[in-house]
């Protein structure tokens, strides 16, 4: 499975942007989808998941501002953000797991939020 993350950017305190995570290869594999973060000096987390029945969960830290999603294709999954706050700003990562416990990672896409 590879994985293309885009979406990333620069916005302003209050803000929306949407990342877009697009797979290719072997889709039928994907068990699930999930979102990461990664700011400076600190470890990577997790933001949000989705499974191929369309289960969605966030992390409480962001909960209420970001949503997962997907299109009617299955094969990209985005990450909507409102309500940014300069704490969101970090490198995110698209991540898909298959039924054969495998791991793919996309590129990450840096997201700044700052006025």
């Known amino acids: 499975v590879q994985l293309q993350a885009s979406g990333g950017g620069l916005v302003q305190p209050g803000g929306s942007l949407r990342l877009s995570c697009a797979a290719s290869?072997?889709?039928?594999?994907?068990?699930?989808w999930g979102w990461y973060r990664q700011a400076p000096g600190k470890q990577r987390e997790l933001v949000a998941t989705?499974?191929?029945?369309?289960?969605?969960n966030i992390a409480d830290s962001v909960k209420g501002r970001f949503t997962i999603s997907r299109d009617n294709t299955r094969t990209t999954v985005y990450l909507g953000m409102n309500s940014m706050k300069p704490d969101d700003t970090a490198v995110y990562y698209c991540?898909?797991?298959?039924?054969?416990?495998?791991?793919?990672w996309g590129q990450g896409t840096l997201v700044t939020v700052s006025s």
């Open positions: 290869g072997s889709i039928v594999s994907i068990m699930s």
């Open positions: 989705l499974t191929s029945d369309g289960s969605a």
């Open positions: 991540s898909v797991r298959t039924w054969h416990s495998e791991n793919y």
